[in-house]
């Protein structure tokens, strides 16, 4: 497992992962990912759900929208971590409040670093 996503695995343990990747929209491609998460050893079967497949929509809106119909009342800790612009912009403006203090945004040719990982655990540790 690389080191970035072994740290931020142990520092948010119990997290449950939902997949928003436009990935998400073919069963073959989510065993892909599964795959990979495997292959750094993390054991997963599946993720806990994945945003709606059928929702096509600026990545922000599927997000908000899929945690819109999970939080049920309660509070829900939460991050993003993608290499989508989640905040800036005139179409992330609709959600961008929700947003402020759950995002990370990678960089699609590195992936998740350390100090996206360490971002990402500050930011958990402030929502508990």
């Known amino acids: 497992m690389s080191k970035p996503c072994f740290f931020l695995l142990k520092k948010t343990e119990g997290a449950k992962l939902v997949l928003s990747s436009t990935w998400r929209v073919k069963d073959e491609f989510v065993q892909d990912i599964l795959n990979c998460l495997r292959s750094f050893g993390l054991s997963m079967e599946r993720f806990y759900d994945i945003t709606d497949p059928q929702y096509h929509s600026e990545r922000q809106w599927e997000i908000a ?29 609709k959600f961008r409040e929700q947003f402020q203090e759950h995002v990370v ?4 040719h590195v ?18």
Do not use: C, F, I, P
Not at 105 to 108: D, F, L, R, Y
């Open 105 to 108: 945004q990678t960089e699609s």
């Open 111 to 128: 992936g998740l670093t350390m100090k996206d990982a360490k971002k990402a655990v500050e930011l958990w540790k402030a929502q508990l």
């Open 65 to 93: 929208k899929w945690l819109s119909e999970h939080q049920d009342g309660r509070k829900v800790v939460w991050l993003a971590l993608d290499d989508e612009n989640l905040l800036d912009g005139a179409a992330n403006e």
